[in-house]
């Protein structure tokens, strides 16, 4: 091979190095042998030869740490996903304890979540909203679990400290979802689903815009579910006297745009969910588990 097409030959080996192509590398260790080319040439195509080998044993060494990267990240996936289930079942299995404890059933739990979640979608909100707002509607009453039962399961109307105990339920599971790291993104709707939009709930007496967002929307939910169904202290309301019951405290107690955004779909909603079977109620819900949960975000 002439010098010039050695230093062509050289340029082009090195041009396909640049593009993953180790090919050359054979032909390049060829020119090695100093009895047959200069010594200048020799060393040349030696360190590029040399250089070569380098450079793809770097790229399989790259390769083999993305596959183990790619490995590690399904584990890792596969862990998460173990994980979520644990909350998600933890999640259920509270919301059960403070329905039962309450002399409620687990049902109430799950309607109130699946309208939330309806009201949510209807509004855009994003998804960690929407997955804080599921925590929250589920574990709402959970500091109920440290008001006695004297209060608790009075079948009579409270007197004003019992009241004042009572109210206290609020920020009760408020700390306690404060000390678990999954559920404090959802303190916003047990610590505030009281308030009212005019400013006289509790317990901080918060007003309009100044009440989160996901707990006037709870808010809207719970008080629908509360009307249309039974409970010790009353029976279920029909579904026209309880839209005019909320339409009359529209302003007052609940946020005017959402709760006539929830009025669009009240009906669908009452008719699917308000007398729907546990597991009719557990499978909806699953559903948007899953969407809100489990799918890659």
Request: glycine share 6%; hydrophobic share 40%.
């Amino acid at each position: 091979m002439r010098c010039d097409n050695l230093i062509e030959f050289l340029i082009t080996a090195s041009e396909r190095v640049a593009h993953g192509n180790y090919s050359d590398v054979e032909q390049l260790f060829a020119l090695t042998d100093t009895g047959r080319y200069p010594a200048e040439i020799s060393r040349i195509a030696e360190a590029f030869g040399m250089m070569i080998v380098q450079v793809e044993a770097r790229e399989q060494r790259l390769e083999a740490l993305i596959e183990d990267l790619r490995l590690s990240n399904i584990r890792l996936n596969e862990l998460n996903q173990r994980l979520s289930e644990a909350n998600i079942d933890m999640l259920e299995t509270l919301g059960s304890v403070i329905a039962k404890r309450d002399n409620d059933t687990s049902s109430h739990n799950y309607r109130v979540t699946l309208y939330s979640i309806n009201i949510a979608e209807k509004m855009g909100l994003s998804a960690d909203s929407i997955r804080s707002l599921i925590k929250g509607a589920f574990l709402h009453d959970l500091g109920k679990i440290a008001i006695s039962d004297k209060i608790l399961l009075k079948t009579g109307r409270l007197d004003k400290e019992e009241f004042r105990v009572m109210k206290t339920h609020v920020s009760h599971g408020a700390d306690i979802v404060s000390n678990y790291n999954w559920l404090k993104d959802c303190v916003d709707v047990v610590l505030y689903h009281h308030e009212r939009y005019n400013g006289h709930g509790y317990l901080m007496g918060l007003k309009g815009d100044e009440i989160p967002l996901n707990a006037r929307i709870f808010c809207i939910a719970d008080v629908f579910d509360a009307l249309t169904s039974v409970r010790p202290y009353k029976d279920a309301f029909p579904l026209d006297k309880s839209i005019k019951i909320m339409a009359y405290k529209r302003g007052h107690h609940f946020d005017p745009f959402i709760l006539d955004l929830f009025f669009a779909s009240a009906e669908r909603l009452y008719l699917d969910y308000c007398k729907a079977e546990i597991d009719i109620l557990k499978g909806a819900l699953s559903t948007s588990m899953e969407r809100y949960f489990f799918q890659t975000k």
